[in-house]
């Protein structure tokens, strides 16, 4: 899968930075909220709103972290060559 460095060099940064996003709260907020639900005494409702924001909030950032690391390749030209 690869998330960072992983198997889809051709997708736009914008869908990597989505992808990461999803990846992110699906191992963070998702498990931490649903832990949260189980052991405090919270409606569904709210765990459901929590989970949600969170996952705005990461997929936001994973756009920001993916515009960030966008490195377009250029073909490198060396020096000895020219």
Not at 37 to 66: L, N, S
Request: proline share 4%; net charge positive.
């Amino acid at each position: 899968m690869g998330l960072s460095t992983g198997c889809c060099h051709n997708r736009s940064w914008l869908l990597q930075g989505i992808r990461f996003g999803i990846a992110v709260a699906l191992l963070v907020s998702v498990p931490m909220y649903l832990i949260y639900f189980v052991i405090q005494p919270m409606e569904g409702m709210t765990v459901f709103k929590q989970i949600v924001g969170d996952t705005v909030v990461f997929i936001i950032c994973g756009i920001v972290v993916a515009f960030i690391n966008n490195t377009v390749t250029t073909p490198r030209v060396d020096r000895a060559e020219v």
